[in-house]
Each structure stands twice: as structure tokens, then as C-alpha cells.
């Protein structure tokens, strides 16, 4: 798993993915989510707008990433 560092005290998590280096372009983002493939802290999210705080985990074709400040 890799910490990844935000501004602020959240993030989206289509931009999360792409600051994280876990998929390479927004159209891969959408896809992924919205075909159920992200997981946050364990549970199956299609929102690409869901908001991620610090030490939250996000997991994409088995790379993950959390969220830190």
C-alpha cells in the first residue's frame, strides 16, 4: 500500500486515483468505478465524486493507495 499525500482535507475520488498514480486518465477512471471495479475501505463505490479523507483506502485491480495529509 502507498500513502498518498493531499492538499486540503479532502479529495474526489477520480482525482484521487489519478494522484495516485492507480489508473492514468480520467475516461479509465469512470469506467473502472462506475463497473464497480474501486473499492473504498473494503466496500464497492460508484460515486467517482465521493469524497476521501485521511486514512482512507482505496483499491483498484489489486493496487491500493490511502489517502494522507
Aim: negative net charge; charged residues 30%; proline residues 3%.
Amino acid at each position: 500500500m502507498r500513502d498518498v499525500p493531499i492538499d486540503g482535507d479532502m479529495i474526489r475520488l477520480g482525482q484521487f486515483l489519478k494522484l495516485a498514480d492507480l489508473i492514468e486518465t480520467g475516461g479509465e477512471a469512470k469506467v473502472l468505478i462506475a463497473s464497480g471495479d474501486v473499492t473504498v475501505n473494503g466496500e464497492v463505490d460508484t460515486r467517482r465524486g465521493r469524497q476521501l479523507h485521511a486514512g482512507d483506502v482505496v483499491a483498484v485491480l489489486g493496487r491500493t493507495a490511502r489517502v494522507v495529509p
